[in-house]
Nanobody, 125 residues
Framework: QMQLEESGGGLVQVGGSLRLSCKAS????????MGWFRQAPGKEREFVAA???????FYADSVKGRFTISRDNAENTLYLQMDSLKPEDTAVYYC???????????????????WGQGTQVTVSS
């Protein structure tokens, strides 16, 4: 069973930066497709970014050019570098993983079997 633990959230001003981390354990991290999702109060969970085991990356249009997803397989860790943060980026951020998801579902939260508990990101104006 894959276990995921996020860290790095916090309070930041508009235009600031944060780097989220997601430490994985329990299975072979390098074989997994990984994603970041977020959920704001009263809204559905939405896709932010994903990185395949092959290191191909995918981004939501709302974060493209501002966020960067990466992975360190030696450290079993997924990252999300968030720059030029906006108030609308405020949400709980979750990392997720799945070994077998197909490319067409990489933006779909329902395709991921493993989830962390989330970390709060608050961007103040």
């Amino acid at each position: 069973q894959m276990q995921l633990e996020e860290s790095g959230g916090g309070l930041v001003q508009v235009g600031g930066s944060l780097r989220l981390s997601c430490k994985a354990s329990g299975l072979t991290f390098s074989r997994y497709n990984m994603g970041w999702f977020r959920q704001a109060p009263g809204k559905e969970r939405e896709f932010v970014a994903a990185i395949r085991y092959s290191r191909n990356t995918f981004y939501a249009d709302s974060v493209k050019g501002r966020f960067t997803i990466s992975r360190d397989n030696a450290e079993n860790t997924l990252y999300l570098q968030m720059d030029s943060l906006k108030p609308e980026d405020t949400a709980v951020y979750y990392c997720a993983g799945d070994q077998n998801l197909i490319l067409s579902t990489i933006r779909d939260a329902r395709a991921y079997d493993h989830w962390g508990q989330g970390t709060q990101v608050t961007v103040s104006s």
